[in-house]
């Protein structure tokens, strides 16, 4: 994987990739698209009071919100920790599988993650946000430590 994925971290005994998964691009694109046609329409039906207020402020969180979705990844896969870490912005930052001291499996399309005490719990990704071709990589690797190949800890 170019761009996104494949980006290497050192750590203390080796290097570890790993796979960066960002937003499909028509979801940031159309945010930033929507977002803009509020500020345009604000401003051009209502000059004034509390509407155009409420347009601007809409507005301007779409265009942010896109532009937010464009520069950042939508989650983290490290294949070494078996651990995903969703970091959508505002300093907020939620890992699954390893780091909840569980484990990733596939169930279908969907990313789960086995908890010691058996509990499943469903990871917050899903293929309708996320890169298509970076989705299909992270799912490679889940599924190969679901079968239990050579990527199993």
Not at 19 to 24: C, M, N
Request: include cysteine; hydrophobic fraction near 45%; proline fraction near 7%.
């Amino acid at each position: 994987m170019e761009g996104r994925a494949g980006r290497a971290q050192p750590t203390s005994a080796r290097t570890v990739t790993t796979i960066r998964v960002g937003y499909r691009p028509f979801v940031p694109i159309s945010a930033i698209v929507f977002g803009a046609l509020v500020l345009l329409a604000t401003i051009l039906l209502f000059p004034g009071g509390v509407l155009f207020t409420a347009g601007m402020v809409a507005g301007m969180v779409g265009v942010v919100m896109g532009v937010l979705q464009l520069t950042t990844p939508y989650f983290d896969y490290d294949p070494a920790r078996d651990t995903i870490t969703i970091s959508p912005g505002f300093g907020m930052k939620r890992q699954f599988g390893a780091a909840m001291g569980g484990r990733l499996h596939l169930a279908g399309d969907r990313i789960m993650c086995v908890l010691p005490d058996g509990r499943t719990r469903r990871v917050p990704v899903s293929a309708t946000w996320a890169n298509e071709q970076e989705w299909q990589a992270v799912l490679a690797v889940v599924s190969q430590r679901t079968a239990g190949g050579p990527a199993t800890r």
